[in-house]
């Protein structure tokens, strides 16, 4: 008896090349416009200058501006130092133990992701002022704290409290794929712990943690709440405070923010082909994890909740009491008491007129922007699963780019590019702008949460469903999707929130009549009205946790019902 497969028709398979060929020229005309097109208007107005003012290149050799960019290196050094003291004890404990049961703790880990830097660091500042509260609470201790805050390394543990999570993030979720085999072998074998720590974890998580450095090295290079509020205030300049000057105060200096911005981007691309070098070889365990690890700290265990409660404590608890005291005091030179507090600022901001449209400002633009860059990841990630040619790869260079420069570096490129006299028509000065603006940086993380679900599916899975007589609809709808919404879900989440609270691109591209979270917050300060600005942040951090609360609790009844 002979067995005939049926095959598609010639015919047919073409014009689904051509569709995916298509597809594939169709998205990498977007990137090349979206990233492409404002990274090389960075580096041709530093080289050219402009608007007849000359290149300000030569100025980079300038003593001055070689401390300069010797401080963002040491800035950046310090918060992955410190992140990964955080990020890296935690990440262990919520996934190789029974600590992971509480899932809680990772919506806690997320508030500081939620929290405008701006604020964190104006919290930090107002508990540690003159008779505030650490000085009412601690006394001479509170004082020498202070003092610790105000230096650069207490600058880059408050900036590591803000980013941390995404190292947290990402190392958790590495450890979840490893199986639970490679640490039992080696503890039958009778490793000790520090062996199977150095010669097991360390080698199949470094390429995870030097993504997880990256990311958050150029976080701290492009992050200018802290720069501006503590570092000009301890004489501690910084690439992004330098170009955030420039281009916001008068007289504007654009090839001075060019030629600056330039070097950001030069050390984006430099920290991102070092990645690139350690992550080259990546350890293989034998694919996903069939069991996980689960390993008893015993008495350590206190050891666990002990080093949250430290980070909690820095990253939540001490900007969360300064941040909502201050949204309640009415005299900050009082003490603290019962009769110096009052809900009445948070009326007030949410009356017509406050920060209540600027909150739904942001809340829709991060809405449209995150599903807009949803839909363009999860079409980028499928082109790059479906075939590894030389198209696909620059389009999976272009997607991952604006993770690898600081958020600044892209909003000067905005600005040069959109305002180039040449084009016919811009989006520049619209709402249109900030939509584009947002799903470029949102964009990395879609992409690579849509692509680590995507290389949990056996391509056999679809393979099966082509020999049953499905079309690639069919099998995208019924196989493809299902798979790939944790994925989808995480990318869309994490663009969510980081939209409610971004300041870099909302300052600085945002048409001037938008009120927009970030920056009303930021105006409240420069005005004086800090009640006021704590009271908005204080209600735009209890949405956002909603949210996330909201998602999470969806997402694991979706699991329970996946896997029984």
Request: proline share 6%; glycine share 8%; charged share 15%.
């Amino acid at each position: 008896m002979t067995l005939s497969v049926t095959r598609p028709a010639a015919p047919a398979r073409s014009g689904r090349r051509r569709r995916v060929a298509g597809s594939s020229l169709g998205l990498l005309l977007i990137l090349l416009v979206g990233v492409a097109a404002p990274l090389v208007a960075v580096l041709v107005r530093a080289v050219t200058g402009y608007d007849g003012q000359p290149s300000a290149l030569g100025e980079l050799a300038d003593p001055a501006n070689l401390r300069i960019l010797t401080n963002t290196v040491l800035l950046g050094v310090m918060v992955v130092a410190f992140s990964t003291l955080l990020a890296a004890p935690l990440a262990f404990v919520m996934s190789w133990t029974t600590m992971r049961d509480h899932r809680w703790i990772d919506v806690a880990i997320m508030i500081p992701f939620m929290t405008p830097p701006y604020v964190a660091s104006l919290a930090w500042l107002d508990f540690t002022r003159v008779n505030g509260l650490a000085e009412q609470l601690f006394g001479s201790v509170g004082t020498a704290i202070s003092r610790g805050i105000q230096t650069p390394a207490g600058m880059a543990l408050i900036m590591a409290c803000e980013v941390f999570p995404f190292l947290y993030l990402i190392l958790r979720n590495h450890l979840d794929t490893l199986p639970a085999s490679s640490d039992e072998m080696a503890r039958i074998a009778g490793a000790s712990a520090w062996q199977r720590f150095t010669r097991i974890l360390a080698p199949l998580t470094s390429s995870s943690f030097s993504l997880g450095a990256l990311i958050v090295f150029i976080r701290a290079a492009g992050e200018f709440g802290a720069p501006v509020t503590i570092g000009n205030q301890i004489g501690f300049p910084v690439l992004v405070s330098k170009v955030y000057a420039d281009v916001t105060i008068d007289p504007l200096d654009f090839p001075s923010a060019a030629a600056f911005s330039s070097v950001l981007l030069a050390l984006g691309v430099t920290v991102w082909g070092l990645q690139q070098w350690i992550g080259r070889n990546p350890t293989p365990f034998g694919g996903r994890a069939s069991r996980r690890t689960t390993v008893s700290l015993g008495p350590a265990r206190v050891a666990g909740w002990a080093w949250f409660g430290v980070v909690a404590l820095l990253a939540i608890v001490i900007p969360y009491v300064s941040v909502v005291l201050g949204a309640m005091t009415m005299l900050r030179s009082q003490s603290l008491s019962l009769s110096n507090l009052t809900f009445d600022y948070f009326g007030i901001v949410l009356r017509p007129g406050g920060g209540l449209e600027a909150l739904l400002n942001s809340a829709g633009f991060s809405l449209v922007s995150a599903t807009l860059s949803t839909v363009i990841g999860v079409a980028v990630a499928l082109v790059i699963a479906r075939r590894r040619t030389a198209t696909s790869r620059v389009i999976d260079m272009l997607a991952v780019a604006p993770d690898t420069v600081p958020a600044i570096v892209l909003a000067i490129g905005f600005i040069f590019f959109w305002n180039a006299r040449w084009l016919p028509a811009t989006p520049y000065n619209t709402g249109w702008m900030l939509v584009i603006a947002y799903t470029i940086i949102f964009l990395p993380m879609v992409v690579q949460n849509v692509k680590s679900a995507r290389s949990g599916i056996d391509n056999r899975l679809l393979e099966a469903a082509t020999m049953s007589g499905a079309g690639p609809w069919s099998s995208f709808r019924r196989i493809t999707l299902p798979l790939l919404v944790p994925g989808i879900v995480s990318g869309w989440l994490l663009a969510f929130l980081i939209g409610i609270r971004e300041v870099v691109l909302s300052s600085l591209v945002r048409p001037a009549s938008m009120d927009l979270l970030s920056p009303w917050i930021i105006s409240e300060f420069d005005q004086g009205h800090r009640a006021e600005a704590m009271a908005m942040t204080v209600i735009g951090v209890v949405g956002s946790t909603i949210v996330l609360v909201v998602i999470e609790a969806w997402r694991r009844r979706q699991s329970e019902k996946r896997f029984g």
